[in-house]
């Protein structure tokens, strides 16, 4: 089985894209470096050819900043199969009122919450990997 391909979108300047990009970075760095890899997303939205080869018909999993679902989308144009999509706002309930940082900077309540979205994209990993997703 080849690398499940972990994508966050590219949310330049916004707190709930820097959470989505170093959640992703965690999982395929540090979590589950040896069952996943990551892309980038403008590689995969301009169609470059190596990218839209390691993608065309790849379990992937996204991880979007808002409802937009860039990365969902990119993804499932290219020919990835999505198969565990989520976005960061869904997991916000328990942080309500806490203070995640900037679109360049987390703060220490910001790490937090990109480590709990990493442990999802994990937990996510597993279930693909046990075939049960
Ligand atoms: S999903 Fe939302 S935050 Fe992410 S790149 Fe698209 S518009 Fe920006």
Request: with cysteine; hydrophobic share 35%.
């Amino acid at each position: 089985m080849s690398k499940i391909k972990v994508i966050p979108c590219s949310g330049i300047g916004k707190v709930f894209g820097l959470l989505a990009r170093e959640s992703v970075l965690m999982v395929t760095e540090e979590k589950c470096p040896s069952d996943t890899e990551t892309l980038c997303l403008a590689h995969v939205v301009t169609g470059d050819d190596e990218v839209v080869a390691k993608i065309k018909g790849e379990t992937c999993i996204t991880m979007d900043g808002c409802a937009k679902y860039c990365a969902r989308k990119s993804v499932e144009e290219t020919g990835g199969i999505v198969v565990k999509s989520h976005k960061v706002p869904d997991f916000m309930k328990a942080h309500r009122g806490e203070e995640h940082g900037t679109g360049t900077a987390l703060t220490d309540d910001g790490w937090k919450y990109a480590e709990e979205l990493a442990e999802i994209l994990a937990e996510d990993v597993k279930e693909i990997k046990a075939g049960v997703n």
